[in-house]
């Protein structure tokens, strides 16, 4: 029989020492919580929970979500009933990212909506235009001044700029940085809002000894790392679209010009300046629209740009929109379509991208016939957010969404729309709505006259 080795016959002979655990109790406003180092890891080595502390004074039910979100990723059903403001501020607390409460449910359900508070704005000035990131922050122009809210929308932090009144902005994807323009003063304002100064100004010049145009509209494609800029000649007759590179250490250089228009003789509607765009990442395309009201009704231009790696984009596709123009169109990226409301008839109506033509591409949506009318669309809005589509009528929201439909050949499938109301009988009516943006799961408005934003947040985080 061979002889044992010493050191293993040793190692054989020592008692059991079972592995240090991993399980660690919390106390959090007096309730005893249990979890494992790992778990709390989750939060990043800077969370105050990688200590891990054994008693911390604050609300037990909001840390109960916050430790079911670290554990499997997602919120428990039973966080519906916390205000998302709540959580947020909660995560900050510990140290978590807020923004991982973005990621932490799979999308809801935006018939959930519900009215749930009004963000004040400071000064005398009503809400003019609204931005919001994708993160859930969100920037809102009265006057002057630009007032940006954390994603907790419990910080509030107030610019003053050299523009009139602001009239276009832009909240820059991971960024300090907005862009800001006012319809009656030259060039495109970029704002560092971490100190309120002016970064610089991006100009037109629709000819060299001309003077600089004012902004109409602004986007960013951040996939792409660009901006486009809608500008109109201070003169009014002519207007085109520039893009600018994000990606250019900090020198905005310009790339390209697409869409200049310029009046001749009698035709006043050649020079529409473009006062909505729209980028379409899946299809690297770019919406532009612009409409005018005159004494004969409403005319308006729609194109889509392919705008793709390598050379100036081209337009593949441009309306002119007469009959029932729109009073406001948008592009769905996820329905891979169009939609606008009519100015005359105020319908809501869908083209499918894939199926453009020249001539009529509108299908009008619940089937109605125009009466006739005149200016029922008038001061609609209309805009899309995941596969829903939403469109303002006075101070009521309504919510068209997919209607699911047995499968078909691509060539025979058409997109089945329903109409909702959005939010609860207390939730309706009020002044006529302005603009509504979406980000970090919220729906915020600007209404008319108000001098405060509205927030609307789903309930249905499940």
Known sequence: MPPFDGAATTALLRPYKPPETSIVTLNVGGRVFQTTVQTLAAAGPSSLLSAPPSFIDR???????????????RLPSSAAT???SDLAAEAEFYGIDPRLLLSSSSSSSSLSLRRSLLLPLPGRDPV??????????LL???GSKISSFDFSLRRRKTILTSLPAVDSLLSLHNSSLAFAGAADFPGLQILDLSCGTLVKTLNWHPHPSAPGATVQA???????????????????????????????????RPVYEISRREIFGAELDSAIPATKLKWVPSLNLLMTAGSHWGPSGVVGNIQLWDVRAGGTPTAIFDLKDKDDCFADVTVSDDLSAMFKVGANSGDVFMADLRKLKAGEPWFRLGG????????????????????????????????????????????????VMRRNLMGREKDMGGARILQMVFGG???AVARSGECCVEVWESSDRS
């Open 218 to 252: 602004v986007c960013e494609a951040a996939d792409r790392q660009l901006l486009f800029s809608s500008y109109e000649s201070g003169r009014r007759n002519s207007s085109a679209i520039l893009a600018f590179d994000l990606n250019s250490g900090g020198d905005f």
């Open 82 to 84: 916390d205000d998302i």
């Open 59 to 73: 609300d037990p039910d909001l840390f109960a979500s916050l430790l079911a979100l670290l554990r499997t990723g």
């Open 140 to 142: 809102a122009a009265h």
């Open 128 to 137: 003019a235009v609204l931005s919001a990131s994708p993160s859930g922050e």
């Open 368 to 415: 109605g016939r125009w009466n006739g009318g005149k200016n029922e669309g008038k001061g609609c809005r209309i805009e899309t957010e995941g596969r829903q589509v939403f469109c303002s009528r006075g101070g009521d929201i309504e919510m068209w969404s997919e209607v699911a439909m047995a499968a078909a050949a691509p060539e025979f499938e058409e997109k």
């Open 441 to 443: 799961k919220r729906m």
